[in-house]
């Protein structure tokens, strides 16, 4: 076909992917690698991942619209609360579901996600990952139990850390992405703002370096973000703790801890950003926000 209208263009396909899940399944993992980018902040611990955070990957033909959620847990918190809206929320716009599970963890702790996958009306691309701590053998009877026990559209078995089988996985989320024109510019990798990314690069040096409820206790807020012509970019934050108790251990003694998490946040916030920064962290109680609606929102859980 030869016309001025541009159909003889191969169709371009543009849409929403949501990566669902229980906490600590590999889902943040799985979007930057995906990307090719860190983006959405990993650690070891689960729960990690609070809001929706959205990753796009652009190539000649096709612009996916990544959708990390946060791990779906039994609600204990109102922060809970909003971080299973958060998936909902995430699974309206999206135009196909990567439903993950962790290939080691046993088959019936995923019952309350078969629940929630019977109400999924978009295909749903199971993904079984963390294979590379499974024997090979294994692998088939677990995707063999998949498949007898719910309605897929396709399984694959992957390992997010190894990327063995993120680009078949990739082909196959492409295949259920609509044909449309792209919704943004083909150099854009988010739309989030950096002030985000920043705080949740600090909630990530937290996760990692407190243990017990500290990490869970905690959020942070960035109070100013200025850049500068000439010299670092100054970032002001506030974590903010639930009780004096943690933020005595936040502080630590003489303002170690403290001093020491600032510096390894500011060295990834600099990896981040690709520029130095001048981070001035301070740290704040706010009561049981976890389960306060009020606070939550003014703490940009809404
Ligand atoms: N061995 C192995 N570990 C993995 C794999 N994918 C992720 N992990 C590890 O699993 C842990 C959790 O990874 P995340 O990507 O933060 O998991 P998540 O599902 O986003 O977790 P939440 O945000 O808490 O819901 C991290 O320690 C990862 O390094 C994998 O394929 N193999
Ligand atoms: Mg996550």
């Known amino acids: 076909m030869d016309d ?23 889902k943040s993992t799985l979007l930057n690698n995906m990307l090719d980018m860190k983006l959405s902040i990993v650690t070891s611990k689960p729960q990690t991942t609070r809001h929706r955070v959205l990753g796009i990957l652009s190539t000649e033909d096709s612009q996916i619209i990544f959708l990390d959620t946060p791990g779906l847990v039994a609600p204990k918190y109102k922060l809970h609360e909003y971080m299973i809206k958060t998936v909902e929320k995430a699974l309206v716009d999206a135009d196909v579901a990567v439903v993950m599970i962790d290939a080691t963890a046993p088959f019936k702790q995923n019952e309350h996600l078969f629940d929630l996958l019977t109400k999924v009306k978009i295909p749903v691309l199971l ?40 680009n078949i996985l990739k082909t196959e989320i492409k295949k259920y992405i609509p044909y449309s024109p792209p919704l943004y510019p083909p150099d854009a990798i988010t739309e ?45 934050a506030t974590i903010y703790v639930e009780r004096l108790s943690q933020k005595g251990i936040i502080i630590g003694k003489h303002g170690d801890a403290l001093k020491k998490l600032g510096i390894h946040a500011r060295k990834d916030i600099e990896d981040f950003l690709q520029r130095e920064v001048y981070l001035d962290l301070h740290v704040s109680i706010k009561e049981n926000w976890r389960n306060k609606e009020n606070t939550l929102r003014q703490l940009g859980y809404n």
Do not use: W
Request: glycine share 6%; charged share 30%; aromatic share 10%.
């Open 127 to 166: 993904v079984i990952n963390k294979i590379d701590l499974v024997e090979k053998k294994k692998i088939l009877p677990i995707i063999r139990a998949y498949k007898d026990r719910l309605t897929l559209s396709e399984i694959i078995p992957i390992s997010a850390l190894n990327r063995d089988g993120v």
């Open 4 to 26: 001025s209208t541009g159909n003889d263009l191969p169709r371009f396909r543009c849409g929403y992917a949501v990566i669902m899940g229980s906490p600590n399944v590999g």
């Open 192 to 236: 989030q703002p950096e002030r985000f990314f920043v705080s949740e690069i600090i909630r990530e040096n937290i996760f990692e370096m407190f243990r017990d409820e500290i990490p869970y206790s905690t959020t942070v807020i960035i109070n100013e973000f200025k850049e500068r012509q000439h010299g670092k970019d100054y970032i002001n």
